[in-house]
């Protein structure tokens, strides 16, 4: 059993800064990629954001580069999302995940899921 909960989540006014984070629990999760996906009501959910094990290499959507750093703490089996200048079109519920390997841009490739966190950017 493996559990993935995020924090973090909350409204902004645009411009705004938000942190989130992702702690995973349940095993150990040695040579595992993390990423950050987000997804609006009635819309396809989206990648945002991944980072290698070793933290040493980030992929980035082009919607969010320039503006948002993933980070991860192996220590505490957490992956961060710092989202700074946040844009209303930034609103959506996150969700972090976990997958085995390399990262990947594409959902359906991860292993685990958060419950996601409300991010909500006012104009």
């Known amino acids: 059993q493996v559990q993935m909960v995020e924090s973090g989540g909350g409204l902004v006014q645009a411009g705004g800064s938000l942190r989130l984070s992702c702690a995973a629990s349940g095993r150990t999760f040695n040579n595992c990629a993390m990423g950050w996906f987000r997804q609006a009501p009635g819309k396809e959910r989206e990648f945002v954001a991944a980072?290698?094990?070793?933290?040493?290499?980030?992929y980035y959507a082009n919607s969010v580069k320039g503006r948002f750093t993933i980070s991860r703490d192996n220590a505490k089996n957490t992956v961060y999302l710092q989202m700074n200048s946040l844009k209303p079109e930034d609103t959506a519920v996150y969700y972090c995940a976990l997958k085995w390997g390399t990262p990947s841009m594409l959902a359906h490739e991860y292993d685990y899921w958060g419950q996601g966190t409300q991010v909500t950017v006012s104009s």
């Open positions: 980072i290698t094990w070793s933290g040493r290499t980030t």
